[in-house]
């Protein structure tokens, strides 16, 4: 049986990521969001204050947001750009000036656009 030769077209994998507000030190936070292989997640990771040690061992709290497929093209939808680079720098643009409420304003949005996304929390 002779062998198929497949001309179809195939995605390449795309990654981007933007940091939407980060304060290093010992105490410090980062909400960092990702558009990776057509899927977005928005990570929230806190680190060495004394609440932190109180809930994990190693004094860091993370909670991601993460949008499977289709509720990214969602989002592609409602910022008006066609590709996961776009799709960064417009979530960067309009959420980076509100600094440590960034994650919070963009799952409200999300909300209110009746965009879907999947929680998870990290001790």
Not at 81 to 104: C, E, P, Q, W
Request: hydrophobic residues 30%; proline residues 2%.
């Amino acid at each position: 049986m002779p062998h198929k030769k497949y001309y179809g077209y195939k995605p390449k994998y795309e990654y981007y990521s933007v940091t939407l507000y980060q304060v290093d030190g010992e105490a410090g936070e980062s909400i960092v969001f990702d558009f990776d292989d057509g899927k977005c997640v928005l990570t929230h990771l806190y680190w060495g204050s004394k609440l932190d040690y109180e809930y994990s061992r190693d004094g860091e709290v993370e909670h991601s947001c993460i949008w499977d497929k289709e509720n990214t093209k969602k989002l592609m939808f409602r910022t008006n750009t066609r590709n996961g680079s776009d799709l960064v720098r417009a979530i960067y643009d309009r959420f980076h000036l509100k600094k440590r409420d960034a994650a919070k304003c963009i799952m409200e949005w999300c909300d209110t656009k009746e965009i879907k996304y999947d929680c998870q929390v990290w001790y």
